[in-house]
Every structure is written in structure tokens, then in C-alpha cells.
């Protein structure tokens, strides 16, 4: 359903900014931390082994696959163990978490935050199984995730990605302060196919505008 941060692969404090000049970034991607984030209802955490069956099951779905780039379909039990697997590396400090609801603790779906190379950026990805779709889910998760991101490294901005074809996830990234960049043509697993998506872009001036008009809000 959304794009991809690593099935979910896409798509916490990082050391203070090199005061030796503008090009020189320290290296501390390995050493940032991928807290558990808390929201009103819903618990973001690592992907755990207890979550392999209903990853297996919500993500073999052609309607979440096609929309998302690197996710396989068909989608069984073995990508799901593999998939877990891999989140809990956090290589480079990527952050791939289980979405799970704060009462029950039932897996929803999965979001991430995948570091550029350029160590100023990030690129987020969510998606949400389709049983649960229309909730809400997948905004709460990405404000939650958006927050960490600015609040604990050192990066500009936050990129993310949508199929032109996919309004939801278009809503998504518009109520949580994302702004159009481009179209571009991007291959999409599932369809073993390139797609059109969409870019966006949330940068951190947007960011600190948004949060602040909320607390005045509150």
C-alpha cells in the first residue's frame, strides 16, 4: 500500500555536525539508536519472531505489494523470517518498525526510516494491512516516526514516495507536512515493472512550522 522501507527494506541521536567545515560529516550512522515510539494508540517497536505469521499473512496481499517497491509477491512465512531478520540489523541506523496497536498488541503493519548516504537525509516508508486501512494508522505512525527523525538526528529533510496511483498514501504524506517535488519512474517488485510515483519532501523548517502551530493550536 505505501512505499517501501525494507519489506518494509524502502525505506536515535546522531553526534553533532563536524565544526572542521560544511563537507565534513562525522561517521555515526552505525551508532544511531531506533527507539520505541509511543503514540495515543499504537506502539512502534522492532520487528519481533511473534510477528512472522501475521507479516506473512497481511503481506501477501497484491493490493500492498503493488504499491510499495521492493516487496515480493507472492509473500510467505520464509520472507517474512527473513524480513525480520534483516530489521534487526539496523545497518547504517535504518529503522524498520512493527506497527502494533497499544491494547492488544496486535501487528498492523510496518513503517521505517532509511538514512542516505549523504548523511543530511532520510527517506520514510509505511505500510498498513489491508484489514485495518481507513483508521488512521498509517498518518499516526508516520508523525510518530517524522518526530524521532528530526528531534534525534542531524538531517534537513525527509523524503518519501508514493504510486500516482495510490490517494491514501498521497493523504498521508500531505497531512504530515510533505510537499510534491516530482514524477518519476521507479521498478516496482510485485509487477516486476517500472511505475510512475510521486516525490515528496518534508524539510525541517516545515517541520518546526507544523509542530509549532499545533502547540499553538493546543
Known sequence: MRHDPGICPSDAASAPPDESGPEARPPTLMSLDCPVLLTDSLVLRAPHAEDIDAIAILANNPAIATMVTRMPHPYGRADAEAFVQASAKRENGNCVYAI??????????????????????????????????????????????????????????????????????????????????????????ALRASVSMEWFRLDRKTWISLISWTNDAR
Open 100 to 189: 502494533t496497536e497499544a491494547d492488544s498488541g496486535r501487528f498492523l503493519g510496518c513503517c521505517a526510516l532509511q538514512n542516505r548516504d549523504d548523511g543530511r537525509s532520510a527517506e520514510l516508508g509505511y505500510w498498513v494491512g489491508e484489514p485495518f486501512w481507513g483508521g488512521g494508522i498509517a498518518t499516526e505512525a508516520a508523525h510518530a516516526l517524522i518526530g524521532m527523525a528530526f528531534r534525534t538526528r542531524d538531517i534537513d529533510h525527509i523524503d518519501a514516495r508514493c504510486r500516482v496511483t495510490n490517494p491514501a498514501s498521497r493523504r498521508v504524506l500531505q497531512k504530515s507536512g510533505f510537499q510534491f517535488q516530482s514524477t518519476e519512474m521507479l521498478e516496482v517488485m
